[in-house]
């Protein structure tokens, strides 16, 4: 989705099935992770930020997921230092077995979470960045179906929003029409 009048372009890519999944080391899906990868490509001769991006997944049964914060997402990944799965038990034991993961596994996940999470703070005047926003699927039965991301946050180099993003998960991720007028502001 663009915004034709800052020249700015969003644009998302769910890795939702194993074959895409497989360039990640670490398996999200096992963890209740969905990655979606988020393009920002910037035409217009000044820089946009992105520091104050917010992403929302909205489902196709209107369930509201923020994207995660990497300490989210450690947290999930390594609770009490352990890589565990969302299989096992819904009630928690009343004291946790000690279990630790490798360091070098751990270290490994943390690495890759870092180069691949979206984590700029601006896209420089005709460049393009992109990173993964990661999303808590476990408690829906499709994250992906039926869905929408709407992203706002995004300032033009006068700190002015852009307009806010609407981008489909589930079906082409061409470019729509935007949703509001460009530079309003929430």
Known sequence: MGDPENKVTLAIDPYDDAAKASIFTVDYSKYGLLPIQLIVSNDGDQ???TKNLRAELVTGRKAKLEALSQTEIMDRLFRRGEVRGQGGSPVPLPIPLPHKAKES??????????????????VEPHATRAGFLFFDSSLVSDAS?????????????QGEELLYFELSVG???????????????K
């Open 145 to 157: 179906t039926g869905s929408y991301i709407y992203i706002n946050g995004v300032r033009n180099s």
């Open 105 to 122: 596994d751990a270290q490994k996940a943390r690495e890759e979470l870092d180069r691949a999470r979206f984590n700029f703070l601006a």
């Open 171 to 185: 079906r082409s991720r061409k470019a729509e029409v935007p949703k509001s007028e460009a530079g309003s502001t």
């Open 47 to 49: 820089a946009i930020t």
